[in-house]
């Protein structure tokens, strides 16, 4: 309809007509969406994506190795994942803070939105690097360490937890000792008489029964090739492979969006 010579559009509010001018219409809908589609809006919703993979990325790490990590050297790789935990936690926590920051306008919350935002990216990068440099050094410590905790530690008293692991590295990976079975010839639990001449630990059997392994036959034990310590290297260096590309890999698009 038209109506001095100026386009009018009718739309029904409270029960009766009234006319709306296109240009008051078009300005209000500018102000609404410039309202919502503000720099934090935009950009806090990638940051909350990023910040939700970097958590369960470190929840998944944990999750999965945590039974194989009382048989690493040191604290490194553990502490990698508790990082990005922490991280991808800090995110929401920051998101939370940038929306009250940006709804009350106060400088003073903006500041401390962007410092949080700066210390994110620190601590995700410093996730990414510590899990960047082990995965150097995982095999060396590894080799070192992983036979010396089977042949002292497995089945003696304190050491349940260590046991335990070992057992469960064995069983999961169907391996038998860290290079092959008859590292367990060296062992103080096979040498001891709590062992009941057993020569390797039952959990290396295939199918495992009390006292199976007293007998070290490829029909009744697991032989495989480099052991347990070639597949355990190859898990956990993948899994350093993942956090050190996420936390780097995160950091860097949160310094290029923020």
Known sequence: MYQGGR?????????????VSPTVEAATTTAVVANIRTPH???GCGREV???????TGTWTLNEKRDYLSLLPSSTFAVSACILVFAGSLVTIT???GCCAVV????SALVAYF????????IELVAGILACVYYQRLSEELQQHLNKTMMENYGQPGEGSVTDSIDRLQQ?????????SADWQYSVYILSPDSGNRVVPDSCCKTVTEAC??????????????????????VLADHLLIMGAVGIGVACLQACGT
């Open 7 to 19: 386009q009018r559009f009718r739309i029904q509010l409270n029960g009766g007509p009234h006319a």
């Open 41 to 43: 809006s935009v950009g």
């Open 50 to 56: 990023a910040g939700a993979g970097v958590l369960l």
């Open 95 to 97: 998101g939370f803070l």
């Open 104 to 107: 009350r306008e106060q400088k």
């Open 115 to 122: 410092s949080s935002l700066l210390l994110i990216f620190l």
């Open 172 to 180: 999961d990976f169907k391996c038998c000792g860290s290079n092959n």
């Open 213 to 234: 392994g007293q007998r070290d036959h490829p029909s009744n034990v697991y032989k495989v090739e480099g052991g347990c310590l070639a597949i355990l290297e190859l």
